[in-house]
T-cell receptor, first 113, second 112 residues
Framework: DGGITQSPKYLFRKEGQNVTLSCEQNLNHDAMYWYRQDPGQGLRLIYYSQIVNDFQKGDIAEGYSVSREKKESFPLTVTSAQKNPTAFYLC????????????FGQGTRLTVV | GENVEQHPSTLSVQEGDSAVIKCTYSDSASNYFPWYKQELGKGPQLIIDIRSNVGEKKDQRIAVTLNKTAKHFSLHITETQPEDSAVYFCALREGGGNKLTFGTGTQLKVEL
């Protein structure tokens, strides 16, 4: 089945550790995105990539890093510099042209203790 | 970046009634307006979208209207059912880019 897969679904880390969230898609989409969702808030854009080997900061990029070495993969690293990392993280992809549907993964809930 | 205001933040309706959620925006270059439904613990799913050259679009019990002059768009759900209970997000794509900007969400509860 075609789709976008995030893993793991739940992730626990100790404060001060870096952690990498996985996002893979087999939709042959050029564009991929990472959003953060906090209770009672909308989705806020962390990073996005419109093509392989290229990515741009979103609205809340501080404390995060990404890479886009392959078309189907867009991992997100939450670094120790992120002050409030506990959140629900959503990855999405789209064909890449304007006005096209974005497909979301099922999310990863990260808890930092 | 673009700011999207979504109202109300919570909405309770009786089964069979209609529900309306409204979003306003400021960038007149915005040209794509999707609505997403998010169930608990899952990722958002697109339920309907509208492009800037259309004023209204319907899909069974769901409709979206767009007023480009007033810069607002609304989601209409008729004959609501318990399974419509979820969080609904409006979004828009700014002109010239691929980024989606989301509203803050509406928690819809359909009561029996």
């Amino acid at each position: 089945d075609g789709g976008i897969t995030q893993s793991p679904k739940y992730l626990f880390r100790k404060e001060g550790q870096n952690v990498t969230l996985s996002c893979e898609q087999n939709l042959n989409h050029d564009a991929m995105y990472w959003y953060r969702q906090d209770p009672g808030q909308g989705l806020r854009l962390i990073y996005y990539s419109q093509i392989v080997n290229d990515f741009q900061k979103g609205d809340i990029a501080e404390g995060y890093s990404v890479s886009r070495e392959k078309k189907e993969s867009f991992p997100l690293t939450v670094t120790s510099a992120q002050k409030n990392p506990t959140a629900f993280y959503l990855c999405a992809s789209s064909i890449g042209r304007m006005n096209t549907e974005a497909f979301f993964g099922q999310g990863t809930r990260l808890t930092v203790v | 970046g673009e700011n999207v205001e979504q109202h109300p933040s919570t909405l309770s309706v009786q089964e069979g009634d209609s529900a309306v959620i409204k979003c306003t925006y400021s960038d007149s270059a915005s040209n794509y307006f999707p609505w997403y439904k998010q169930e608990l613990g899952k990722g958002p799913q697109l339920i309907i979208d509208i492009r800037s050259n259309v004023g209204e679009k319907k899909d069974q019990r769901i409709a979206v209207t767009l007023n480009k002059t007033a810069k607002h768009f609304s989601l209409h759900i008729t004959e609501t059912q318990p399974e419509d209970s979820a969080v609904y997000f409006c979004a828009l794509r700014e002109g010239g880019g691929n980024k989606l900007t989301f509203g803050t969400g509406t928690q819809l509860k359909v009561e029996l």
